[in-house]
C-alpha cells in the first residue's frame, strides 16, 4: 500500500531509486522500432493496396491456405478481438475473403482468402519481402539469428507475465 513519505519501488521499500532513461527502457525501444516499420509498412499496404496492417495479417495468415475462424486469426495474430472482426469485415466487404459457416460451432465462420483476395495477397507477398530484406540489410545473419530468438524469448515471457 502507498503510503506518502515512504519510497516505493515495485513494492519494495527502502530501495534506492532506480532512474528510468527512457532511452535505455526496453518496452519502448521495441515499441519506437516497432511503431516505425509497421508506419512505414502500412503507408506502402495502404497506397499501393488498400489495406490497412490488421486486414493484411489477416491475409497473411489465410494466405497460408488454411481457413481459420476469427479466434484463431486473433490467436495467431496477437490482435484483439474487435481489431480482427474488423479487419474480417472490411476484406469481406472488399470480396477478399470469404465466410463459410463452421460445421460444428453455429456461432463462428471459417475464413479464408477468394480467388480475389489470393491475387491481391500473391502481389503484395513481393512487397512484403522486399521491405523485409531492406530491413533485415542493417543485420548480419548471426545477428538476424539472435534477434529472432530474442524476439521469441520476450514475446513468451511477455504472454507469461504474471
Do not use: C
Amino acid at each position: 500500500m502507498y503510503e506518502p513519505g515512504k519510497r516505493h519501488f515495485g513494492g519494495l521499500q527502502g530501495m534506492a531509486a532506480k532512474k528510468l532513461n527512457l532511452d535505455d527502457f526496453l518496452p519502448y525501444r521495441l515499441s519506437v522500432a516497432s511503431n516505425a516499420l509497421s508506419s512505414r509498412i502500412a503507408a506502402e499496404y495502404q497506397n499501393r493496396f488498400g489495406l490497412k496492417i490488421p486486414e493484411w495479417r489477416l491475409m497473411a495468415v489465410l494466405g497460408e491456405g488454411v481457413p481459420r475462424t476469427q479466434r484463431e486469426l486473433v490467436a495467431i495474430t496477437h490482435m484483439d478481438k474487435v481489431t480482427v472482426n474488423r479487419a474480417a469485415k472490411a476484406l469481406a466487404d472488399r470480396q477478399l475473403i470469404a465466410r463459410q459457416a463452421h460445421a460444428v460451432d453455429g456461432r463462428s465462420h471459417h475464413l479464408e482468402l477468394t480467388q480475389t483476395g489470393r491475387s491481391l495477397y500473391d502481389a503484395i507477398v513481393p512487397a512484403a519481402l522486399a521491405a523485409e530484406e531492406k530491413l533485415e540489410s542493417a543485420l548480419t545473419r548471426d545477428e538476424r539469428a539472435t534477434l529472432m530468438k530474442i524476439l521469441v524469448k520476450l514475446l513468451a515471457t511477455a504472454e507469461n507475465y504474471a
